[in-house]
């Protein structure tokens, strides 16, 4: 079978949705298919890059695209269907709908993962809502299946979706974390992840700054690129809340440095106010880190409270202090053994297999 996903952004250009796209397609690889991508011929941080190259057995497509901002016009991805036997388009957006509604043109059937589908920020909030209630809900009728990513993914979209609406969660690559043999550094906290503003750093900051007053020894890494130019302004909150000696913002780190932090690392925390699936966290987990995060559907879905993580309110900066500083104080390897179990249910190649399932249905329907 040969595939073709649509993505706005790809390698070079990293985050959790170029992550599981590219696993996804290293899995689909691994079981005989041929799987390449089209995509933006730039990042999200306005770095420009080459037509295409190639990413190990990946053909990489980048198009030119007129940016407004929140929707971004490619039509010459169409250029590049031909040949495949089904197209996978990963978010809504420009893509999904273009490549949707223009079926009767390219012939090709179409599935959509969801990826939260555009409620990452609360901006233009009202447009959104039309965009998703109104225009989603007729347009996403054409495809051949929308693919829920997690379980609140497939609750939100049930709203819009009805008979094509299926869920396939993502996998995870989690045996390069598993295979991490690093000696835990006590009460070193990561968080891994885009600066950006539904990651709500400052949420983290606050409660961190409250701890470090009862436990000086604790330190945290903020490691991720500074993607809307929001990294100036943390720091100087760090300042302000007097925890600039305590807090490290590494930046965008190689593959070999992430790694080692996640080694060493005893606890990942998250304040994100949301995720449409939490790859970081389930990465972090893999490699023995306890999860401290923000109690939102996407982290309940894999973690189980007081078991192998916590979950709590980050916009509560004193009671989430509190309970950083009882995690810190408790029993540490139990949970940690727990949270390395609850990652290895999100194995890739699994997940790659129930994918295939979707995409031969899709194409027996159509015989």
């Not at 190990?56 to 901002?69: A, E, Q, S, Y």
């Not at 495949?84 to 388009?89: E, L, R, S, T």
């Not at 979209?157 to 299926?166: A, D, P, S, T």
């Not at 780190?253 to 996640?262: A, D, F, I, P, R």
């Amino acid at each position: 079978m040969r595939i073709l996903h649509a993505v706005n952004s790809f390698y070079p250009c990293t985050g959790g949705l170029e992550s599981a796209v590219r696993l996804q397609c290293e899995e689909l690889i691994r079981l005989g298919h041929t799987c390449d991508v089209v995509t933006l011929e730039g990042c999200p941080n306005g770095k420009k890059l080459g037509q295409e190259e190639k990413l190990g057995k990946i053909m990489v497509f980048r198009v030119p695209f007129t940016d407004l901002r929140y929707y971004k016009i490619a039509p010459s991805a169409l250029d590049f269907v031909k040949g495949y036997d089904i197209i996978h388009v990963d978010g809504t957006g420009f893509f999904s709908d273009f490549l949707v509604l223009a079926k009767p043109l390219h012939k090709k059937p179409v599935v959509v993962s969801t990826y939260g589908g555009v409620f990452h920020t609360k901006n233009i909030f009202a447009l959104k809502q039309f965009y998703f209630h109104f225009l989603q809900r007729i347009i996403l009728k054409f495809a051949d299946k929308v693919i829920a990513i997690s379980r609140n993914d497939y609750s939100l979209f049930r709203k819009i979706v009805w008979k094509n609406l299926v869920m396939v969660e993502l996998g995870v690559d989690i045996g390069r974390f598993l295979a991490l043999k690093g000696r835990k550094e006590k009460n070193l906290f990561i968080f891994a992840g885009r600066l950006s503003e539904n990651k709500m750093v400052e949420n983290l900051l606050g409660a961190f700054a409250i701890a470090v007053k009862m436990e000086p020894s604790a330190r945290l890494c903020i490691i991720g690129e500074d993607w809307e130019g929001l990294k100036a302004g943390l720091e100087g909150i760090a300042e302000k809340l007097g925890i600039g000696k305590s807090v490290l913002f590494t930046g965008k780190l190689g593959e070999k440095e992430l790694l080692e932090y996640y080694s060493k690392a005893d606890f990942f925390v998250s304040a994100s106010r949301f995720e449409s699936f939490g790859i970081t966290t389930i990465e972090a987990m893999a490699s023995g880190c306890i999860p401290i995060v923000n109690n939102i559907e996407s982290f309940r879905n894999f973690i189980k409270d007081n078991e192998s993580g916590f979950l709590v309110n980050f916009e509560n900066h004193a009671g989430t202090a509190e309970k950083i500083m009882e995690v810190m104080r408790s029993e540490k390897e139990k949970t940690r053994k727990r949270a390395i179990e609850a990652a290895k249910k999100f194995d890739p190649r699994e997940r790659a297999m129930e994918l295939l399932k979707v995409y031969e249905a899709v194409l027996r329907t159509r015989k």
